[in-house]
């Protein structure tokens, strides 16, 4: 558990930006959409290939109560929006 608390630190994204919302459990997508709804974060994309949810990051409380709920986001980067002056960015 503290592992999981340390790396939540380290890769926790700023508010507003993109975060993946990794389950630490069995938190189906619709739990996981369910969540971020009833927590006001913005949904971003859903990465069917990774079988993530990108939402945009709430602030510190929100990113407590993720943790709290059984979810740890991540700082990500949008998977279908590239930058069309170098498509090697995701």
Do not use: W
């Given at each position: 558990?503290?592992?999981?608390?340390?790396?939540?630190?380290?890769?926790?994204?700023?508010?507003?930006?993109?975060?993946?919302?990794?389950?630490?459990?069995?938190?189906?997508?619709?739990?996981s959409?369910a969540?971020?709804?009833?927590?006001?974060?913005?949904?971003?994309?859903?990465?069917?290939?990774?079988?993530?949810?990108?939402?945009?990051?709430?602030?510190?409380?929100?990113?407590?109560?993720?943790?709290?709920?059984?979810?740890?986001?991540?700082?990500?980067?949008?998977?279908?929006?590239?930058?069309?002056?170098?498509?090697?960015?995701?």
């Amino acid at each position: 558990m503290l592992a999981t608390v340390l790396l939540a630190a380290i890769y926790a994204p700023r508010s507003g930006e993109p975060a993946a919302l990794i389950p630490l459990g069995t938190q189906s997508m619709a739990q996981s959409l369910a969540f971020a709804e009833a927590e006001h974060m913005p949904l971003i994309e859903i990465d069917t290939t990774a079988g993530r949810l990108v939402v945009a990051a709430p602030e510190t409380p929100g990113l407590m109560r993720a943790l709290a709920r059984g979810f740890v986001p991540i700082a990500a980067r949008r998977v279908t929006c590239l930058d069309p002056e170098n498509r090697s960015q995701g």
